[in-house]
């Protein structure tokens, strides 16, 4: 089971951190994703990590704004939101593709949290 945390109430242009972490799965096999899903709107890819940490991907919405992250040793991944938008409210969820490979499409992942609330908002 997956479960998120960090999510919030910030004003734009600050910053947030996500926790994603894992009981009975040890996260490190695998790539790791971060997407969300505003209201009305359809989940989207955020960013992605592989199972060492080696490589990562962004949308590009997000790049050069967001830093995915992973703690093997704390089964943990991370996802740090910086310089947030308006437009990045929503809700943002973590999920396992059962490959060591990081790609960004919601389609290859088959285990996912249930979620945590961003608003970025004055």
């Known amino acids: 089971q997956l479960v998120e945390s960090g999510g919030g109430l910030v004003q734009p242009g600050g910053s947030l951190r996500l926790s994603c972490t894992a009981s009975?799965?040890?996260?490190?096999?695998?790539?790791i994703g971060w997407f969300r899903q505003a209201p009305g709107k359809e989940r989207e890819a955020v960013s992605c990590?592989?199972?060492?940490?080696?490589?990562?991907n962004y949308a590009d919405p997000v790049k050069g704004r967001f830093t995915i992250s992973r703690d093997n040793a704390k089964n943990t991944v991370y996802l740090q939101m910086d310089s947030l938008k308006p437009e990045d409210t929503a809700v943002y969820y973590c999920?396992?593709?059962?490959?060591?490979?990081?790609?960004?499409?919601?389609?290859?992942?088959?285990?996912w949290g249930q979620g945590t609330q961003v608003t970025v908002s004055s």
């Open positions: 999920a396992v593709r059962h490959f060591s490979l990081c790609i960004l499409d919601l389609g290859e992942y088959n285990t």
């Open positions: 990590i592989s199972s060492t940490g080696s490589t990562t």
């Open positions: 009975g799965l040890f996260l490190n096999f695998y790539a």
